[in-house]
């Protein structure tokens, strides 16, 4: 992944490069360089496009690892105002692979919950790669339920590879605290709605997931395992990563297609990583017209069109 880019999106790279040094060029030089410009525009534009509409599975997952894409406290500030972050479980620790606290959006009070990664060494090792422990899951947990104590909606976003195998979080109750977020989110009674930005690893994903609607960005990938580690159990190699992507049908289209998710979110051309506030303004409006649609709703109601969604994914009904 030269210069942070992945080998695909190197050709487009390359060219773009060429088009600002032209620009910077012709600025410095006093020179006529617009039709010059235009043509290599177009031609960008037409190999993003030719670069973007037949992407592989692998290569979607790589997009959604881009270490440019946007995380968490990078749309916090985009969508929500007066965010208060809130830390630790009151149990045993802060956990600052999740971010969560309380905000408002479009002058609507609500609840934030999201995995954080880190941009470089020093802030991955912090933010453990994005991947929670019980105490981050019990954490959002809490601040969830003080949002159903308030009658605030809860919005949750969700990238991470997993949740944190290690032996310590093992002996602090990892399954259970992910089985507890989502029994509990199953009967919350204010609205949930969830946005898969980037990975969504198994059940640490799902410990934040479980939303009355849940929403993909158009490169993100859901899955109940990593495309390493199905590669790992069937192949015995983790060399075959690109074919477990393409047999997992993890993919935000395959996904809308079974019911699992309810929206394919578009990205910007190029991807969230190439402008994070278009990104952020289609987020925004797909939350605003889902909490628009489930504030009117009875808690009790809400409550059991969730149970009922998730109950029925993934039921056999044979053919009569």
């Known amino acids: 992944m030269p210069g942070g880019w992945l080998d695909f999106e190197q050709p487009l790279v390359e060219l773009e490069q060429r088009i600002e040094d032209l620009r910077l060029l012709a600025s410095r030089e006093n020179l006529e360089a617009d039709r010059e410009l235009k043509r290599l525009a177009e031609k960008a534009d037409s190999l993003r496009r030719r670069i973007f509409s037949d992407l592989t599975p692998w290569q979607r997952v790589q997009l959604a690892r881009h270490p440019q894409r946007p995380y968490t406290l990078d749309y916090i500030p985009m969508l929500f105002s007066d965010f208060v972050e ?61 949002a159903e104590k308030f009658g605030n909606p809860v919005i949750t976003f969700v990238d991470t590879p997993g949740a944190y195998p290690g032996i310590g979080a093992e002996e602090r109750g990892q399954a259970e605290a992910i089985a507890r977020n989502v029994r509990e989110m199953t009967r919350l009674r204010v609205p949930i709605v969830v946005v898969v930005t980037g990975e969504g690893g198994s059940g ?112 056999y009904a044979p053919e009569p």
């Open 204 to 315: 640490g994903a799902l410990a934040i997931a479980v939303g009355d609607r849940v929403y993909m960005l158009e490169y993100a990938f859901y899955s109940v395992i990593s495309p390493e580690g199905c590669a790992s159990i069937l192949w015995k190699t983790r060399e075959k990563a690109p074919e477990a992507a393409a047999a997992l049908r993890f993919t935000a289209p395959d996904l809308l297609e079974m019911g699992v998710v309810d929206g394919l979110l578009p990205e910007p051309p190029g991807a969230a990583h190439r402008s994070p506030a278009a990104a952020a303004a289609t987020i925004g409006d797909a939350l605003a017209g889902a909490l628009a649609e489930l504030e009117g709703l009875d808690p009790g109601e809400l409550v059991e069109r969730r149970r009922a969604r998730y109950l029925a994914m993934g039921a």
């Open 86 to 146: 809130l830390r630790g479980d009151r149990a045993f620790a802060e956990d600052t692979a999740i971010v969560a606290g309380l905000a408002r959006f479009r002058d609507r009070p609500v609840a934030v919950v999201g995995h954080q990664k880190g941009r470089n060494t020093r802030e991955n090792l912090r933010r453990n790669f994005g991947m929670p422990q019980p105490e981050g899951y019990r954490k959002a947990l809490r601040v969830m339920q003080l």
